[in-house]
């Protein structure tokens, strides 16, 4: 029997890191524990030296596609005699030294539940799970968890809780997890900034860039302008408005084979 510590730095909070260790540790029969700190992810695990062995191996070789571990070091550590493996609280942090995940695309799983009439997220905008989501954009500081970022306001619903607390389960742990019931959701303001209640703010906001009007389009690092490219008139107004009479402007498309 023996206990070791592990610190693991790189690229290892926001990537599914956690959820992976969990669910190794158990594949291995090892106790102890995870959590996120501000130097990255510290793991602590007990168990047979064959097991241990396996342990590190694995978390070398399998970690999540979007992790990039830049050190790990063991530590040997007296045996406590824990009885489970856990995810342990992240702690305070004094000092900051952790990497962040950049936002991730969403994932082929998600897009399939978006695409799906029967499933609950089906058009949710801001489906994510541990592979896939915001990450940097909504991080306010480390170590990486909820309370820590712009989703603290938005308290999961019994459904995402549920999958949050499934170790099987791809958003076991996911710390941006929401749904059309609890998570954050689309607004249509006017050129006033009153908000559109009565409008379904896609629908209606298709309708109206259809319609020449423009638009300013929240996003991750900010607002992106946005008309119909094949309306004279509103690309006219947008030019006049940006003062940009020549440079030309990006053009969004559905796809490569639109392009």
């Known amino acids: 029997m023996k206990r070791a510590g592990i610190r693991v730095a790189g690229i290892v909070q926001g990537v599914g890191f956690r959820p ?3 669910r190794l540790a158990h594949k291995y029969q090892l106790n102890g524990w995870v959590l996120n700190d501000e130097k990255g992810v510290w793991i602590e695990v007990e168990g047979s030296a064959d097991q241990f062995t396996q342990f590190i191996t694995a978390v070398k070789a399998e970690a999540p596609a979007m992790a990039m571990i830049a050190d790990l070091q063991v ?4 045996v406590q005699g824990d009885d489970a493996f856990v995810i342990k609280p992240s702690p305070v942090a004094t000092k900051r030294f952790a990497f962040i995940s950049p936002d991730i695309a969403t ?3 998600c897009q399939s539940e978006l695409q ?3 499933n609950r997220r089906f058009g949710y905008a801001f489906t994510n799970c541990t592979n896939c989501g915001p990450r940097y954009s909504i991080i306010k500081d480390v170590p990486y968890d909820r309370p820590q ?3 603290q306001p938005f308290a999961m619903c019994a459904d995402c809780q549920a999958e ?3 170790p099987t389960d791809r958003r076991f742990h996911a710390q941006p997890n929401a749904c059309a019931i609890c998570g954050p959701s689309y607004r249509l303001l006017n050129s006033k900034g009153q908000e559109l209640l009565d409008a379904d703010p896609l629908k209606t906001a298709h309708q109206l860039i259809k319609n020449g009007a423009v638009f300013a389009v929240k996003g991750i690092g900010g607002y992106h302008l946005v008309c119909d490219a094949k309306n004279e008139t509103a690309v006219a107004t947008l030019r006049s408005r940006k003062v940009r009479e020549d440079k030309p402007f990006a053009l969004m498309c559905g796809s490569l084979a639109k392009v």
């Open 75 to 78: 530590i040997s550590l007296p």
């Open 149 to 151: 970022t712009t989703m």
């Open 20 to 22: 992976f260790v969990y």
């Open 107 to 109: 994932c082929p799983d």
């Open 164 to 166: 949050y607390d499934v």
């Open 116 to 118: 799906n009439p029967v």
